[in-house]
């Protein structure tokens, strides 16, 4: 039987290192770092240099997940790239890695996905990317993650409610077809757009003409309040909780896999309060959990894929384990994916 299962890991985070203490010193946001890492258990996030974007952040994730899955880049068959932060409005970041991972100069052309689904990006991206190879269409695909959120935060005390919890960086991994009996046994995505405003970062709308404000000059003129990213973390909070557990619950009744079988578990690092509740809920020990939260932020897309490859390279996820990886985030959007690694 054809199976997909993940051939190599990669990750990548800026070098800058932005800790709790420099936002308020540095940006003069009146924050404290009591204040953050009790709402949200960060105690510091990295952010990229000025021209430097998300497609080669995840260039360096890809090219560490292809060197440790033993292939080239020509080997693959389909580069699929999730963001919220793209270079540009179009194309997507997944043609700008392609040309970084030297394909066009070898001329080989594979197609490229973005996937825009935010914080669970990475799982939709997963799943297609495993339905892609279990199918034949396709022998390796490279599934990458990433995100440069520290051009579009309002770094200010307007902002820092939001601003406090996103980081930048990149994760990657390689989903191969196997006749082995392992890799991803299951996975679902789902999403509830009644609540596509609680979280989002409308800097315009195409159904206005035209799409963004402009003065006497036509200069583009963009309020602060659509600019930025806004987010009622009330509502978030309430229904990431109760998607998750429902997410992790149907998952391990589809496969008849329960908590006690299952060796880890890696949730989309958002908010700690967030992955201890959803933990409590389901009676799952701490030693189980993966966290990166409190050194990266919030990378959104990039966070699953991220706690792959640090999980792999410290010898705490190895060969054999069970793997239930969830995540919720903007649209609303969620998924849950088991992997028997």
């Known amino acids: 039987m054809r199976n997909a299962y993940i051939s190599g890991t990669g990750g ?21 770092d009591e204040w953050i890492q009790q709402r949200t258990g960060i105690k510091e996030r990295r952010f990229a240099e000025a021209g430097v974007g998300s497609a080669e952040l995840g260039a360096k994730a890809a090219t560490m997940a292809l060197e440790n899955a033993g292939l080239k880049a020509t080997d693959l068959d389909m580069i699929i790239f999730a963001t919220l932060s793209p270079e540009y409005h179009f194309p997507g970041s997944a043609v700008f890695l392609q040309e970084m991972l030297g394909l066009c100069d070898a001329g080989k052309f594979v197609g490229c996905l973005d996937i825009r689904n935010q914080c669970s990006g990475f799982l939709y991206g997963l799943g297609t990317a495993t339905s892609m190879v279990k199918s034949g269409a396709a022998e390796h695909v490279l ?76 200069n583009g003129l963009v309020d602060p309040e659509i600019m930025w990213a806004h987010m009622d973390g009330r509502k978030v909070f309430k229904h990431a909780v109760t998607r998750m557990c429902e997410a992790v619950m149907e998952a391990c009744q589809t496969t008849e896999v329960f908590g006690p079988d299952i060796d880890l578990f890696l949730f989309h690092q958002a908010n700690m309060r967030i992955n201890q509740y959803v933990a ?62």
């Not at 990548?12 to 404290?32: A, C, F, M, Q």
């Not at 809920?281 to 932020?297: A, C, D, S, T, W």
């Not at 990378?299 to 239930?324: F, H, Q, S």
Request: glycine share 10%; hydrophobic share 40%; proline share 4%.
């Open 12 to 32: 990548y985070v800026p070098p800058r290192v932005v800790t709790n203490e420099d936002l308020t010193n540095e940006y003069g946001i009146e924050t404290s």
């Open 280 to 341: 409590k809920q389901l009676f799952i020990p701490e030693e189980k959990l993966v966290h990166n939260i409190h050194k990266y932020g919030n990378t959104t897309a990039a966070t699953i894929p991220l706690l792959m490859w640090e999980a792999v390279a410290d010898g705490r996820l190895k060969p054999g384990m069970k793997v239930m990886c969830c995540a919720f985030g903007s649209g609303f959007t969620w998924g849950a994916s088991l992997i028997e690694w």
């Open 143 to 218: 599934v990458v993650g990433g995100e440069t959120h520290s051009a579009a935060l309002d770094l200010s005390t307007r902002g820092r409610t939001v601003a406090s919890l996103f980081g930048d960086g990149a994760g990657a991994v390689v989903v191969s077809a196997t006749d082995e009996d392992r890799g991803v046994r299951y996975w679902k995505c789902g999403a509830d757009g009644r609540f596509k405003d609680a979280l989002s970062q409308r800097v315009w709308d195409i159904r206005n003409r035209p799409f963004i404000p402009q003065d006497a000059e036509g």
